[in-house]
């Protein structure tokens, strides 16, 4: 299926140009369609329980090999050891050879067991070059290109038979960060270079704001692509989330009718977008009133919400919203409140910022009640009962106090390129009909009667809040709850209604993800021996291991590209993940969060020296790819886990008082220490050695 070409697509001669995928090259490149040859029929694609996010390719046709990582260089010129496939750890973009050989990878490793594909936005490169800037053009037709690339990654003969929910990012418009509210002439392109995508019924909406939703499992599953740029606190195009005129505020209220109209129809769904709701104590990235307005609807709505999913920082960790922090003053159209002490974070996160914010979060995970104790048997009893209301501080036994945000690294080598196949429970759901049997043989259509379902929604009466402790922050100096028409506070779940698939094991729930990166160091075979470690870059730019180097090869000899498994959260020993339920990540968020103190400074230096970067590898063994072993007796399971792992832990406290070592002051214990660095690891992608995450620190 072959998008609509505009006129302007073919404005950039480079574009025109011939490129085999693979291939070495020093010149210009061009994105080359993925072949077909080898697709699983449609008519015999079943549920895998599997799907795809990729996210940040930031393609750069300008892009030559053997050329200088430095700043406002960006590997278009000079003399360096840009390799083939990229040059990883640096901050130049993607060279088009890593975009045609990944979607290769896909269509030959992925395409015929995934279900559906989350694709969450930046596919044009940076404005980091001034002797070659940037404009709207290129980057609309470089995305045209990359969308046709994906149709035709994701289909047959006859079109798509895998579906795929994209989002823009703040590179996807020009001016860069700059989104005004729609209807307008950016969003009406992007309607046209989607229109494989985007459901017919949905793209009026679309238009009007870049937002729509997808039902890739029909009936069952939806995947809502949010436009987070109209949260984005850099988008200087729009105010907030809290006025009815601003297109947030909107998109707020087009997503509380659509996941009520989901929760009326037994449905689930998953959100994406491309920048995440980052928020540490100092620091964020979305507008205070789109953030609590964000996870005020997720609380309300944690029945429907299977999951988060966001790209944008390039480093692989997780969030976690506290409904504890909820404040219904911010999101008040005339409220005073609206400013915010948090600073923004930065716009290009180097390796040192990442450093920075990751310590934030360990310190704000610090403070994170101990799940431990906290569950409740079957049979509904404390199992300990000196805690009275220890539930309570987690938000009872699913830990519905807080929610969780799954943020997966990129394409672009800022590391090394990745992807993330995430594992999803289909216990019951085997054979329900695929998203291509739906659109195929039964001729059904996305509804139509959306808009309809809208208008009737509207005249249902708006919901009280359910959360206790938000009827305090709600109210006003006189102890009124403050009266605001243009607040409309969702439904909650109803009364009696079992915790949501984010909440507890069940047919949706997220199971897990494998997680593949292409070791670029290896492939492109350009790195002379003993130089592939570089300084930590503490400057804007990063020139990575590249910098001040040249090619050990005159000619590019790159090995055979594809991607391996850096991890899987199913195996991993120090991770021990059962799922990705919000408790199950409280549990990580917790142990990560010991090892931090208030100068976030004073682990052991032996501690280091203990840490292997292959320990979590050892022994490890195939993960099972049964759908249906979830059930609450795993975290029965967990808890024994947890509970071997504090006896541990004390003794370890114990037998280093006697030898006499200095207890430095918030010392947590050996294997508190190692989650963290384990931690660190898996956010820079594997990239970092021993003793550059020693230095991290």
């Given amino acids: 299926m072959a998008l609509k070409k505009s006129a302007w697509a073919w404005a950039i001669p480079s574009l025109l140009a011939s490129f085999v995928i693979g291939a070495p090259t020093t010149g210009t490149q061009f994105v080359l369609q993925a072949s077909h040859d080898g697709s699983q029929p449609a008519s015999q694609r079943k549920l895998h329980g599997r799907f795809l996010h990729i996210t940040d390719l930031h393609p750069d046709e300008y892009y030559k090999v053997h050329t200088s990582t430095e700043e406002n260089i960006a590997c278009h010129r000079g003399k360096g050891a840009a390799g083939t496939y990229g040059a990883e750890t640096s901050d130049c973009d993607s060279p088009l050879a890593l975009v045609n050989a990944t979607l290769d990878w896909i269509t030959a490793n992925l395409k015929d067991s995934i279900d559906f594909v989350v694709w969450t936005g930046d596919s044009a490169r940076h404005d980091s070059d001034e002797e070659i800037p940037r404009h709207d053009k290129e980057i609309l037709a470089m995305n045209e290109r990359i969308a046709e690339s994906f149709v035709n990654t994701f289909s047959d003969n006859e079109g798509l038979v895998v579906p795929v929910v994209p989002t823009f990012g703040n590179n996807d418009i020009y001016p860069h960060n700059i989104l005004e509210p729609g209807p307008n002439k950016i969003l ?82 998953i959100l994406m977008g491309h920048v995440p709701p980052a928020r540490t104590s100092g620091k964020q990235l979305w507008d205070e009133t789109c953030w609590q307005k964000y996870t005020l609807w997720l609380q309300q709505y944690r029945d429907v919400v299977t999951g988060s999913l966001y790209g944008h920082m390039n480093i692989d960790h997780f969030l976690l919203q506290d409904t504890n922090e909820i404040d219904l003053s911010f999101v008040q159209a005339k409220s005073e409140r609206q400013q915010t002490i948090r600073q923004s974070l930065d716009e290009n996160l180097s390796v040192q910022s990442s450093k920075d914010y990751l310590m934030e979060l360990r310190e704000d995970w610090a403070k994170l009640p101990d799940v431990q104790g906290h569950d409740l048997e079957k049979s509904g009893k404390k199992k300990d009962k000196k805690k009275k209301g220890g539930k309570n501080k987690v938000g009872g036994p699913y830990a519905e106090r807080y929610q969780l945000t799954l943020i997966s690294p990129s394409i672009v080598p800022n590391y090394f390129p990745t992807l993330r196949v995430f594992e999803y429970n289909i216990t019951g759901l085997e054979d329900t009909a695929s998203w291509v049997d739906t659109m ?77 990166y292409a070791n670029l160091t290896y492939i492109n075979n350009d790195i002379a021996p003993g130089s592939a470690d570089g300084d930590v870059s503490e400057l804007r730019w990063d020139a990575g291991k590249h910098k001040d180097k040249l090619p050990k090869h005159d000619k590019p000899q790159p090995r055979k590209f594809g991607f391996e498994v850096e991890y899987t959260t199913f195996d991993d020993k120090i991770y021990k993940l059962k799922d990705l339920t919000v408790k199950s990540l409280l549990r990580l968020a917790h142990r990560i969060g010991q090892t931090s103190d208030a100068d976030s ?14 320990d979590d590898d050892d022994e490890s063994e195939e993960h099972d790819d049964a759908v249906g072993g979830d059930s609450d007796d795993d975290d029965d399971e967990e808890e024994e886990s947890d509970s071997e792992f504090d006896t541990e832990k004390k003794k370890n406290k114990k037998g280093k008082k006697g030898k006499g070592k200095k207890k430095h002051k918030g010392h947590k214990g050996h294997k508190n220490t190692k989650v963290w660095l384990h931690f660190l690891r898996h956010a820079f992608v594997s990239t970092r050695s021993k003793s550059e995450l020693k230095d991290l620190e």
């Fill in 601 to 614: 400074k004073g682990l052991v230096e032996d501690e280091y020296e203990d840490y292997d970067d292959d």
């Fill in 440 to 516: 195929r043989v039964s001729g059904k259509k996305e509804s139509t009667s959306i808009e309809q379902d809208m208008r009737e929604l509207e005249l249902r009466h708006e919901p009280t809040l359910d959360v206790e402790k938000k009827k305090k922050k709600g109210k006003g100096k006189d102890g009124k709850k403050p009266k605001n028409p243009d607040l409309h506070i969702p439904n909650p779940p109803p009364k009696g209604a079992s915790p949501g698939p984010a909440y507890s094991p069940q047919p949706l729930t997220l199971r897990g993800f494998i997680q593949y």
């Fill in 188 to 269: 009406k392109t992007y309607t046209d270079v989607w229109s494989s995508f985007i459901p017919e019924a949905q793209r009026h909406s679309f238009e009007f704001g870049g937002w729509f939703y997808v039902e890739v499992i029909p009936n069952k599953l939806a995947v809502f692509s949010l436009n987070t740029l109209y949260f984005f606190d850099r988008n200087a195009g729009v105010d907030d989330c809290a006025h009815p005129s601003e297109p947030g505020y909107k998109q707020f209220e087009w997503l509380r009718i659509q996941l009520q109209f989901l929760r009326e129809r037994g449905m689930k769904a």
